[in-house]
């Protein structure tokens, strides 16, 4: 799995994020998970393979926001039992 994080500029309210995420499903349909947050600037993807980062500035560009960056990396889940210990530590 890869976790990829794409810097958007221009978010300003839900609808905004919403407009993002679903331009990033349209882009490429098999992505696992898509969540984009206007107060980080940012786009977090879970996908199965490494993402088109020109597909990826297009899709976010067609919406009229910007595209700041791009990172990705294999996805590491947080365990239950790590979460557990942040609660408590």
Do not use: W
Request: proline share 2%; charged share 25%; glycine share 8%.
């Amino acid at each position: 799995m890869i976790k990829t994080v794409v810097g958007v500029g221009g978010m300003s309210c839900q609808m905004c994020e919403a407009h993002i995420n679903e331009a990033i499903r349209a882009a490429f349909p098999d992505i696992k998970t898509v969540r984009a947050n206007r107060k980080t600037k940012q786009a977090v993807i879970l996908s199965d393979g490494i993402l088109d980062q020109d597909t990826v500035r297009r899709a976010i560009q067609s919406q009229g926001y910007d595209f700041l960056s791009y990172e990705y990396g294999p996805y590491e889940s947080e365990s239950f039992i790590v979460k557990l210990k942040g609660l408590f530590s």
